[in-house]
């Protein structure tokens, strides 16, 4: 439940039918309508132009922030969005749903398929991030908002915030993209198929027809597994764990002795609680086929025809999305006229430093979000034979040096990628 002076307080999610015309996907297949589950935060001014998306990374959905009733944490990036944060409630309308393929209340393989009655399974089609951004457009049709203030997300969010500027140019103002990359590298998309495999290795996926019975939770954990290693650090997990063991494990065996161990089959569990099997193969399939440049061109070309500015903000402890991904991102919006601020944070946080580290980021956001899209808080983009200009958090040494070496806990804090 949240607590005095939290911010947003109590939220509820909603849900809006979009393209009642019918929705045709980049697979060449077609949706008859898509329900969209949303919510909103802080309140839309009379000229309709304080409008700001947020979009979620993987296993995120349309609860961003705010406490749901009964609930024991807020949304995912509760830390950012709220009176007087980085996307500050008083003055801009937050707006959160979740994907197209999600299984948050969004329509996805969990979703009853209309000709059958029954759960799409794998018969629901392969989606793209443009196709989610589509929707995401479909809704902000329907709340009356003809051009967002800015679009931001980090992982694949960043990945959709960055589509929202080449897919409908004339109605983004401003693209905050963070810890992302405008296309999924070979390392990345392995990755993913590795996650997939584990799922559809397990017996109890039957196909994707599981809904009437068990789901494959042994797949999924696995592959939560896999995720939560690339959303760390190797530093991080340095600190985190060590190789401590855990306090009373059996020996010489292959039980979780290891408090990382411990760690990761927690996550993995946690995770089959909260997320649908097909969710995962659906949406990372979705993060491979993403590559901003167009067929046969180059990122300065798909960057030509934006009429956004650009923040971008990546990490440096971040091997899932290194920043030189971003930063070329930079340099070719930069190329191509456009207004951008890059920065590298220095944080052993890993991927899942946009989650974690909102002391750095959130300054950041604010001023650009104030301003006419540039930040003046630290050197500017270098240029291409210099090195990025990096941003430390606040108090940095004295951080590092205070930091307490907690013993790690399965409970702990933790990102949600």
């Not at 070719?332 to 207004?339: L, S, V």
Request: with cysteine; net charge positive; proline share 6%.
């Amino acid at each position: 439940m949240p607590r005095a002076g939290s911010g947003l307080g109590l939220v509820e999610t909603r849900q809006a039918r979009v393209c009642e015309g019918g929705l045709d996907l980049a697979c060449g297949r077609r949706l008859d309508a898509v329900t969209v589950a949303y919510e909103c935060y802080g309140r839309l001014n009379a000229a309709r132009d304080n409008a700001v998306l947020v979009c979620h990374a993987l296993s995120g959905g349309a609860h961003a922030a705010g406490w749901h009733e009964g609930a024991s944490k807020p949304g995912w990036w509760d830390v950012m969005i709220g009176p007087g944060k980085a996307f500050d409630t008083d003055r801009y309308f937050v707006i959160s749903s979740n994907v197209l393929g999600g299984c948050y209340g969004t329509t996805g393989p969990g979703s009853i398929d209309p000709a059958t009655g029954r759960a799409y399974g794998s018969r629901f089609p392969v989606v793209t991030i443009a196709d989610m951004v589509t929707v995401q457009r479909a809704l902000v049709d329907a709340l009356g908002i003809a051009r967002l203030r800015a679009v931001a997300g980090g992982s694949m969010g960043g990945m959709q915030a960055l589509q929202w500027a080449v897919q409908y140019p004339e109605a983004v103002q401003s693209v905050i993209a963070i810890a992302t990359s405008p296309r999924h590298s070979p390392q990345q998309i392995a990755f993913n198929e590795i996650a997939r495999r584990a799922v559809m290795s397990d017996p109890d996926w039957l196909g994707g027809d599981y809904y009437a019975g068990e789901p494959p939770r042994a797949g999924l954990a696995v592959a939560r597994m896999l995720g939560h290693v690339t959303y760390l650090s190797d530093r991080g997990m340095e600190r985190k764990f060590g190789r401590r063991r855990r306090p009373g494990a059996r020996a010489f065996g292959f039980d979780a002795e290891f408090e990382v161990e411990a760690y990761l089959q927690h996550q993995g569990q946690a995770f089959v609680e909260r997320f649908d099997a097909n969710a995962l193969l659906y949406i990372t399939r979705a993060i491979d086929y993403f590559d901003l440049a167009p067929r046969g061109g180059t990122l300065r070309d798909a960057f030509a025809a934006c009429g956004s500015e650009f923040l971008f903000l990546a990490f440096s402890s971040d091997w899932l999305y290194p920043p030189r991904h971003l930063e070329a991102a930079a340099r070719a919006a930069r190329a191509a006229g456009r207004a951008v601020t890059y920065r590298e944070i220095l944080s052993d946080c890993g991927h899942d430093a946009f989650l974690l580290e909102h002391e750095a980021q959130g300054p950041l956001i604010r001023e650009f979000l104030d301003g006419s899209g540039a930040v003046r808080s630290a050197a500017p983009l270098r240029s291409a034979d210099a090195g990025p200009a990096r941003v430390a958090p606040p108090g940095a040494a004295a951080w590092r040096a205070a930091r307490p070496r907690r013993r790690a806990r399965p409970s702990g804090r933790t990102g949600t990628s």
